[in-house]
Each structure stands twice: as structure tokens, then as C-alpha cells.
């Protein structure tokens, strides 16, 4: 949120009653159910014989997301990877968001325990000396299984708010660079697409319960079962997080100190020691996805209880965030003809900012077809999104449409090179201006082993509630004749990016790979919300801060190595980004008149990236050490200051042990470090903490 913006919230504040944390009553009814299902259970499943896995190539890998359609990752025409819920499970990750800190070119900070922001190349804190929102990622696209997950009130994602636990998902998928031309709007650093479970072909049930420090409990269950030619996966998890502390960061003190030492504390923090209190329930019914008519439905519940950063307050950080949403998404595909529809609706709100309450709906619906030609896919297609917000901030029902029009062409003129040109027109209603993406791309493949390629790509960020709608006029009620005014603008500019890449993947052999890839991102048609001068209108002095186009322009040029090599007992996996910011027109203050300077940005580390080494000695045993490593930068924000992360390497360690094909268990120890210090702005502080597992497993 824009720190302006909040400031003129601070001032409508009231009480607001927090909720009760019915974990306990969640966590005993999921024993319950395990306890059902373990004495229902048939005792042959303890006696099949394990799977034990082995190395595959990086041709053996799939990805759907790169080009719509499965294809071979090493063939893949843009820098993007694939991580896969056995590498999840052998890492010891608790979360999504952790679970990207596996992925090469993606910055993972740490807020509090298991809350987590995340940045596909950085770009965190451009421009610097804004508000709280130049430190979230609204540049990046999130999608489960093709259903966009985003917060459109004022841009970004809410992690929390996902309503998969870790064990329901499949893999993910990650792009990284400009991806609007195939997925839409706020793809501008890239998607994360995360692909979930679904039923197989025998009856099948599951229970995962995680205990560790910071009082942290999880239990997730899954049951499958084959209907006729139906297939159903019911799902449902509790995550139950505390802090790493109990105390805040004051900005007044510039230290941190008790709760009490703080305004508001009762209905604003009515539980200092909560981290998170997350809960979701999942349905999926499909049939063979090989079928010439294929259908995949599903149904989503999550009610999220969280503290992160997300008002810029002047006071502390953390926010207390209250998320309750469901959604529906259904896919069908006849043929080459992909048809798809979701609708989301809930609430969300802030504790103790009342006018940051508000009701959302979601729709979205897409259609594309795909034409195969001896040289050529041609796939057209159209999508259609309604967003609507209802909140007093935004002065009510608000509402934002798009159409999109898309064309994707395929050629290929040798058996060795393809091009492919993606073309997309974003039809908005506010603003009334279109915006056109497109993506030129081109692989070559020099030999078996050697993939080269090269792309052009342009993306843009959809409008938001809080940017286009709010319009707040706010006399003090200690002084009449002052009054604060808060103006959007639903003309405004989007945010562009273009994206120029060069990349190349070489496999040594079957079990030894490099990708290498070079990037450049240029953006622009940057807005802030800008004090101006104070004005007499006759009665009253007007101070009025309104959303203004800022002349900024930020580069970004870097290069990412990501090298695997595999062995039949152990693996080693090494990635590292190293890039530089620059930002032309950055501000001194965001209040008029602006005055401007070139400078390089230090709000992304200038090398960032990571290590996983997994050893399985014995078939039963698995070890896997990650780490993670981030340079030095610096977060500025106004009128909050400044705060400066040393260079530092955290590292997890997960030991895990299949004691049949229905028991296994890990424990892991997180977050060793040698700086264990806050990650964020002013965020707790991060601490080593542990985990022990078991997963119990019955089917046919």
C-alpha cells in the first residue's frame, strides 16, 4: 500500500474485534479422520514394494506453461524451470513461497514464520523513498492450475491466501521474463504457475502432520477415489504458525519493543505471538486428460489469518490481514479446443483499517484453439475478466473490465529452428487506452545436446482499485480548517516493461546440464501518488495527493547459471543471478516539485542464488542440504528510513526415511545462518527453527 495513502486510512481508524484461533478444533478433527482411516485401512498396502527413483535427463522433464502445450524443458523458448513435489518433499519445504527459493533468478524473503514475499529477478523498492508497496512484488503472475491469483485492490499477492498446501500440489512451474503476450496482464517479470494434484486411477488417501518450534502444526489430508469414468481428490489443511518474536519494530524508538509500548495494540494486534492461522478445503473432479473431451473441475475455500507488511504505517510494519475467499474454476477440452471459467468471491481486510475492508468477485473466463500444420501451430484465442472490489476506500462497488485477444503462431523451418511470434491486445475499460504485448522468439538447436535461443518480449501490469478509484477528502477533526485529499486517476499509464534475452542450455551428458540465460528488462510509465502543494480554497487548507506519471525508468541487466549434475545416489544443483538496476528520474521526494537524479538501485542484491545437495546412500534414506544466499542491499522507504540486509547464507537441512510404501517422515532444521537477522523492512528477526514429519499412505 502506498505509505500516502495509508496515512490518510490512519486517520478513519476504528475498533475492530479479532477472531478466535480454532486451529486446535481443526487439527483434532483431522487426527480424527486419520485415526478412521488408518483402523479402515488394509493392512497389504504395508507389504508393496518401494519405488525407488533415478536420475533422468533434463529431456525427460515436461513443462505445459512456456508454450501452453507440454514440450520438453530443454527445449523450452524461454528461460523458465520446473520444480517437482518429490524435490519439494526431499527439501523438507513447508510452503509455496519457500519452495521457489529452490528456483534459479527468484528472491525469497523471509517476514515472519512461513510468511514470505517473492520476486522473480528482484526489482523490489523501484523507486525508492515510496511506500510500503515498492517492496511487494506487483510484477510477477501467480496462477494455480491456469486460474489467476492475484490482489487487485492495490496490486501484488497475498501467499497466504492460496488455497493449496504443499502436498496438494504437483509442480510448479516458473517463466521468468515479460510473459503478457501468453498469460495477460501483470506477467511483467514473469508467472508462477502452480500445477496441483489430481486423482488417479485406484482409491487412494494420504496424512501428512508436521510438528516444530515457533508452535508450528500442520496437518493435511487428501483422499482419491475413481467414480465410473470420473476421478474425485477431496483435500482440506491446517498450517498454524508464531513469530519468531513477540515484539515490534518501532519506528518512532527505532528499536523494537512490546506490543504495549504501541497505539491501538488491543483490536490492531490481538495476538503478538501469531505468525499464521491458515485453513482450506479443495475438490477436484476430472476425468482421463487423454480423452478426446476432457474436463477438469474444481472447488476452493481457504480463511487466512496472517501478520506481514502491507500498510505503509507509521508506526510498525506488521499488519494483522484477514483473507476469506472461494473459487471455482472449470477446464474442458474437446480436440484442440481449450475452454476455461473461474469466478473467486470473499473478503478481505485489515485489522483495525476499517476502510480497508472489502468485498471482492473474480471472474474470468478464456477459449483458445490450436491448429496443427505440417510446419506450423496457430493458436488464436480470446479471454474475458471482470474484476469487482467493494470498499469504502474505493467509495464503494467498483468495477475493472478486460477482453484480450490473443494470437500465437509456431513455425518451423528446419528440423533444428522454430520461431514464434505471440501477439495479445488488452481491451480495458479503465483505463480506456489499449495495450498491446507481443513475444518474438527463436531457438536453435546447434546440436542434440545444445540449445540456443534468443527473445523479445513486452508486458504490461493491469490497472488496480486503490490506483483508479480512491477519492478521499478528510478534514481533521482538530482543526476544521485543514483537509487532507486522496485522488486517483483511472487514466493513468500502466506500467510496461521489454525483456531481451539470449540463452543457452548444454547437456554434457545424460546427467550433467547448464543453462545459462542473459536478460535485459527495460520499464517505464511508473506512477506514485505525489503530495502537492497546499492550497486555500476560502474556507479550508487543501493538501491534496494524487496518483501522478513519473518519468522513471528503471533497467535491469543481468545474467543467471544454473547447473545440475545427477547420480544414481546423489544430486547437486547450482544457480546464481548476478544483475545491476538502474534507475533514470528517481526522486529525491515524492512531493512536488519533484527533483530528479540517475542512480543505480540497491533495493535488489546484485548476486543472489542458491545450492541444493540431496544424497539417498541407502534406498530408505534421504539427506538434502539447500541453501540460500543473498548479497548486500538496501530498502528505503519515506518517511519510514532506511534498512540495510548484510550479505547472508541461510541453509535447511532435511533428513527423511521411508519405513514402508505407507510410512514416511523427516525432520528438518531451517534458517541456519550466519546473520539471523530480519529479512524485510524491519520484519522480525529470522531464526534457526526445526520441524519433524510423517506421512502415512493407503491405497489399493
Not at 121 to 148: C, E, F, K, Q
Not at 314 to 336: E, M, Q, W
Not at 383 to 400: H, L, M, R, V, W
Request: net charge negative.
Amino acid at each position: 500500500m502506498n505509505n500516502n495513502v495509508a496515512q490518510k486510512a490512519s486517520a478513519i481508524i476504528i475498533l475492530q474485534n479479532g477472531r478466535s484461533r480454532p486451529v486446535m478444533r481443526y487439527l483434532n478433527w483431522l487426527l480424527f479422520s486419520c485415526t478412521t482411516f488408518l483402523l479402515g485401512a488394509s493392512g497389504n498396502a504395508f507389504s508393496d514394494d518401494l519405488f525407488y527413483g533415478v536420475s533422468e535427463d533434463i529431456s525427460d522433464i515436461s513443462t505445459v506453461t512456456s508454450s501452453k502445450r507440454e514440450e520438453d524443458l530443454f527445449k523450452s523458448p524461454l528461460s523458465n524451470s520446473v520444480i517437482t513435489a518429490e524435490e519439494i518433499k526431499r527439501a523438507g519445504i513447508l510452503s509455496v513461497p519457500e519452495a521457489l527459493k529452490l528456483v534459479p533468478g527468484v528472491i525469497v524473503r523471509e517476514q515472519t514464520n512461513g510468511q514470505f514475499e517473492v520476486h522473480i529477478r528482484g526489482l523490489s523498492n523501484v523507486p525508492t523513498g515510496g511506500g510500503a508497496d515498492t517492496l511487494s512484488n506487483r510484477l510477477t503472475l501467480v496462477m494455480i492450475d491456469n486460474r489467476t491469483v492475484y490482489n487487485y485492490f492495490d496490486g501484488g499477492l497475498f501467499w497466504e491466501t492460496l488455497p493449496v498446501g504443499i502436498d496438494d500440489i504437483s509442480r510448479i512451474e516458473v517463466i521468468r521474463g515479460a510473459a503478457s503476450a501468453l498469460y495477460g496482464p501483470n506477467a511483467v517479470n514473469g508467472v508462477v504457475h502452480i500445477i496441483t494434484k489430481r486423482a488417479q486411477d485406484k482409491s487412494k488417501v494420504s496424512v501428512n502432520l508436521t510438528g516444530g518450534s515457533q508452535n508450528t502444526q500442520m496437518a493435511h489430508i487428501a483422499a482419491e477415489q475413481p467414480v465410473g469414468d470420473a476421478r474425485i481428490r477431496l483435500s482440506g489443511f491446517v498450517n498454524q504458525r508464531d513469530r519468531y518474536q513477540s515484539t515490534y519494530y518501532s519506528y518512532s524508538q527505532e528499536q523494537y519493543v512490546p506490543v504495549d509500548q504501541l497505539q491501538r495494540t488491543n483490536s490492531r494486534f490481538p495476538d503478538p505471538d501469531q505468525a499464521q492461522d491458515l485453513r482450506a478445503v479443495n475438490i477436484a473432479i476430472n476425468n482421463d486428460p487423454l480423452s478426446l473431451l476432457a474436463y477438469d473441475f474444481s472447488y476452493n475455500h481457504q480463511d487466512s489469518r496472517v501478520q506481514k507488511v502491507h500498510l505503509g504505517s507509521r508506526a510498525t510494519p506488521l499488519t494483522f490481514n484477514d483473507s476469506k475467499t472461494d473459487a471455482i474454476n472449470a477446464k474442458v477440452r474437446y480436440g484442440d479446443l481449450e475452454l476455461r471459467a473461474s469466478h473467486e468471491w470473499g473478503e478481505q481486510k485489515t485489522l483495525d483499517y476499517p476502510d480497508f475492508t472489502y468485498d471482492l468477485t473474480l471472474s474470468q473466463a478464456a477459449m483458445e484453439y490450436q491448429y496443427r500444420l505440417p510446419k506450423w501451430i496457430i493458436r488464436p484465442g480470446i479471454s474475458y475478466e471482470n474484476i469487482t472490489y467493494d470498499g469504502a476506500f474505493i467509495g464503494g462497488e467498483q468495477s475493472i473490465q478486460d477482453i484480450g485477444y490473443l494470437l500465437r503462431t509456431e513455425y518451423f523451418p528446419a528440423t533444428d529452428y522454430r520461431l514464434i511470434v505471440a501477439l495479445r491486445l488488452d481491451d480495458y475499460d479503465i483505463p480506456s487506452e489499449n495495450y498491446f504485448s507481443y513475444q518474438v522468439l527463436g531457438t536453435y538447436q546447434a546440436r542434440h545436446d545444445t540449445l540456443l535461443r534468443a527473445a523479445v518480449q513486452t508486458a504490461n501490469r493491469s490497472p488496480f482499485m486503490l490506483d483508479s478509484f480512491v477519492d478521499l477528502k478528510y478534514t481533521l477533526p482538530s482543526d476544521p480548517s485543514i483537509r487532507l485529499d486522496v485522488l486517483g486517476d483511472q487514466e493513468a499509464d500502466l506500467l510496461t516493461t521489454t525483456t531481451f534475452e539470449i540463452g543457452l542450455r548444454h547437456q554434457f551428458n545424460f546427467n550433467n546440464w547448464l543453462d545459462l540465460e542473459l536478460f535485459r528488462s527495460e520499464l517505464s510509465n511508473y506512477t506514485e501518488f505525489v503530495d502537492n502543494a497546499t492550497e486555500f480554497n476560502g474556507s479550508q487548507y487543501v493538501t491534496t495527493t494524487q496518483l501522478e506519471p513519473l518519468p522513471i525508468k528503471a533497467q535491469q541487466t543481468g545474467i543467471t547459471a544454473n547447473w545440475h549434475y545427477e547420480e544414481l545416489e546423489w544430486d547437486i544443483n547450482l544457480f546464481m543471478t548476478a544483475q545491476n538496476t538502474h534507475v533514470d528520474n528517481q526522486y529525491v521526494d515524492s512531493s512536488y516539485p519533484l527533483v530528479l537524479f540517475d542512480t543505480n538501485n540497491k533495493g535488489t542484491p546484485n548476486y543472489y542464488g542458491g545450492a541444493v545437495f540431496n544424497w539417498h546412500p541407502m534406498p530408505r534414506w534421504n539427506l538434502n542440504v539447500n541453501a540460500y544466499y543473498m548479497s548486500s542491499h538496501t530498502f528505503i522507504l519515506k518517511p519510514q528510513g532506511s534498512k540495510h540486509f548484510s550479505s547472508a547464507v541461510y541453509a535447511n537441512i532435511a533428513l527423511s526415511h521411508t519405513f514402508s510404501k505407507a510410512i514416511d517422515g523427516f525432520v528438518t532444521v531451517k534458517n541456519l545462518s550466519n546473520k539471523n537477522e530480519s529479512q524485510y523492512f524491519h520484519t522480525d528477526k529470522i531464526e534457526p527453527m526445526f520441524a519433524v514429519g510423517i506421512n502415512l499412505k493407503w491405497s489399493e
